[in-house]
């Protein structure tokens, strides 16, 4: 049913409520009726007359009708009360119900916060509506016990502003609610970005995004500007219902003396109108449309009609509201960019196993250069990243290592787009950093996975802009190593709780999802963390034998570095570059990194922020991390042998 017609019901079934009310709201209507007359017959039979005492007995009788009319409303307070308690109770039921039911997430939230709403504003529309009707009914049978001259000229322009804002009401509450939906729509979206700033960055999404919200913010502004048209109305129902009985009255004021209307029934109709009238219409205006708005959006929210016109076919405003894809992606290689920057791998090998990329085309620019690139975080700090020069060649595979905090994912950050160096260019591909070209052709992969809600292969296909065909996506899960829990999620159309996931898991959509995209530079900032050492192997063979590609690993271990054909040792604003022997043989700092994973005999686990010690590692077979579970202390406490000179604890990369 609609929600009237479930609030006529709501009354009828509570009749006797609705007796109590009426009765104790005609004695509170007592007081309007004598403050007009009273004061009319003070003035004519009284004080004009030359008799004082009448005058005060008539200003007595209006003052003692004040007090029983104070009675009358402290008893209608409780009527509306029994009410209102009746209407909050059902509403808990049914959204109780409904959560139970249908297992529904917002139960909770509409139990806590629409229901109190409704509870709220219904006791406000039932008592400004009860008390502008009986207030006007007063008033208007004072003023045809004064002179019927008096209703002729107070009630026309009161039942035509009373009537214009009846009109307003439903347009209102449609538009209340369109404006709601639309104000939801961004806080949805904003919730569902603001996590993921990081990759949208990376991956040069900036512009889809903004266009995204740009569209949720246009429809809130299209709502805003159509509530706003509507509520003019409700200004001018006002004027015309209580103010302009006020302006006809003053001026027919010599037409009325002349046709008997005395000097007492004048005063008291202006008293009518300027003390009971316009206040009750005024309260009706801005609690009715406002209050009365709500209260309808929030009953449809709560106990929804399926025969009940949607929001969204309010021609005025669907257009605005048109549905966003979820999914956020970067744009593909622009057209205009050569065709040999941009190697677009074929559907991958099922083969893990490492092999030759292919060689760049002849002319072709480095997937990655740095010129003197200066980079500080802040006008007085040391620079963390010194006049660094960098040239990777297409298909290149390297490894940045060094003590934590040296400087490791600023350098990722800064070829990412994510910060921008004081001096010196980066480009990738030949696209200068930052820009929509050089966006389109790198992807990284940051330490904490990005994964959200919908099904794997949306997730997987995010940075595609059109669906991946499901063998290359198969293929690319068993390349990665992502093939086992693909499986066991139901396959790729299966829906992904991100919050059911480990952290290892996580990460291994993110490295397919990177696997699968057109970037042919690819960006771990330590982005196999959480993954146990054969599933991290697997994972860095398979970008390193992705077809055009080029991958910069931030290693947290010292094996990544070993698989890696260059080696890129950061050491304060010192670096060096080499492969593996050749570092060992001059650089003091690398030994000393290989040296202590050599004393250790084996890689030790790394801190995964489980606050309760213990957490998953994805193994290479995703066993639902059953066969590995490593317990650790807090995360300021660990150390990661391999990666810390100083023995230092792990933190973030500087």
Known sequence: MTVYRYGLRFLRDRWRVVVRLIAWSVLETGQTFLMGYALARALDDGFLAGRTGAGLGWLGMGALAVCVGAFGTGRVYGAVAALVEPLRDALVRRVVARGVREGDGAALSGLTQQVEIARDTFAGVVMVSRSFLFTAAGALIGLFSLDPLLLVVVAPPLAAGVALFAVTLRPLARRQEVFLVADEAIADR?????????????????????????????????????????????????????????????????????????????????????????????????????????????LRRLAPDPTDPAVAQDPETTPRLAAVPRPITPAPPPEEADPAAVQRPEAPSADPAPEAAASPPPGAPPALSLSAVTFAYGPASAPVIDNLDLRLPQGTHLAVVGPSGIGKSTLAGLVAGLLEPGNGTIRVCGHRVPGSGAAAHRVLIPQEA????????????????????????????????????????????????????????????????????????????EATCHLDPAAEAR?????????????VVVAHRISSARRAGKVLVMDGQRVDLGDHEALLARSSLYRDLVGTWS???????????????????AGAGLPRDGRHVVAYGPVGQMETAGDLRDGGALGGEG
């Open 190 to 298: 904003l919730g569902t970005v603001c996590p993921g700033l990081r990759d949208i960055t990376a991956g040069g999404a900036e512009a889809r995004v903004a266009a995204d919200a740009g569209v949720r913010i246009d429809a809130e502004l299209g709502a805003a500007r159509s509530l706003a048209r509507w509520g003019i109305l409700r200004v001018a129902s006002l004027a015309v219902g209580g103010q302009l009985p006020l302006v006809l009255l003053l001026a027919t004021a010599p037409w009325l003396l002349d046709h008997g209307v005395s000097a007492g029934a004048l005063v008291g109709a202006l008293a009518y109108v300027t003390q009971s009238l316009l206040p009750a219409l005024q309260n009706l205006v801005h609690g009715l449309g406002t209050s009365g708005s709500r209260l309808a959006v929030v």
């Open 450 to 525: 990005y994964v959200f809600t919908g099904t794997l292969a949306e997730n997987l296909g995010q940075s595609r802009p059109d669906p991946v065909p499901e063998a290359e996506l198969l293929a690319a899960a068993d390349a990665v190593g992502l093939a086992g829990l693909l499986e066991r999620l139901g396959g790729p159309t299966a829906e992904v709780d991100p919050g059911a996931l480990s952290a290892g898991e996580r990460q291994l959509i993110a490295l397919t999802r990177a696997y699968l995209s057109y970037a042919p530079l690819v960006l771990l900032d």
């Open 539 to 551: 994972a860095e063979r398979a970008f390193a034998a992705r077809p055009g590609g080029t991958l």
């Open 599 to 617: 004393r250790a005999g084996s890689e030790p686990p790394l801190p995964l922020r489980d606050p309760d010690g213990v957490d998953a590692v």
